[in-house]
Every structure is written in structure tokens, then in C-alpha cells.
């Protein structure tokens, strides 16, 4: 065999060699393109089970939210609430603001502050200073028309 022959039939199977190469290769690109499609849709499925989550989760937050809210509106309402059923009853026996005003003016006379009377007496301030300022005037004029 001659040189030219055995470079010749040499380079004959590199080719071969090279083209199987590149056969196999391409086989190779042809099924990782596969898996990578197959990745790209379960990727896409849990970005979108991911969003599902995350607007539940806010829900969700939004509802606890909403319920701290409704549980703290009702702790304040609670003495008020209760407060005005106490006074429903209380009109159908007795008149409300005499007997209030009586109890203003007795705990007051006890060294109460406005604050503590409003408290106990589940009034506001303001009102306790009114009738404690409008006690002394009704006081003062009766003491000045004697």
C-alpha cells in the first residue's frame, strides 16, 4: 500500500469518523432541545402555580388583616356596646341622665378625675366636664338666688 493510499484511505476514516461524530452530536442537541421544551413548560406550570400562591397568600394576609381589624373594632366597641344595653334597660326604669348626672357628681365628690369618671361611667371626658361645669353653675345660682 502506498503512502498516498494510506493517507488517502486515513483520511477517509477520519471523515467517517468526524461525521459520526457530528450525527451523534446532533442527536444528542435534538434531545436536549426536548428536554429543554419539556423544562421550559414545567417551568412555566410552576411560575404559574407560584403566582396562584402568592395571590392566596395575599388573600390570605389580607383576611387576617381584615379580622385583627374586625377583632380590634369589636374589643373598642365592646364597653359601649355594652354600655348602650345597659342603658336600654336602664330608661325603662329609671330616667338615664338624671341618674348619670347623679353618678358623675357623686364620684366626683369621691376626688375622682374627669378621666377616671369617664372611665367608669364609660362616658367621655367631655361630657363629664360639661355636667361637672354645668353642676357648679346650677350651684352657683342657687346659692346666689338665696
Sequence with gaps: MSPATFLLLLSALLLA??????LLLLREK???LVRLKLTETRLRAINGDV???RARIS???NFRDSLDQAEL???LQRPRLETAAG??????TSPPATEKYRFIHALAEKDLSGKEIASILAVSQEEVQQVLALTALSSAAETGSD
Design 17 to 22: 469518523a468526524a461525521l459520526i461524530k457530528i
Design 73 to 75: 373594632t369589636t374589643r
Design 30 to 32: 435534538k434531545a436536549l
Design 87 to 92: 342603658e336600654a334597660t336602664a330608661r325603662k
Design 51 to 53: 403566582d396562584t400562591l
Design 59 to 61: 388573600e390570605l394576609q
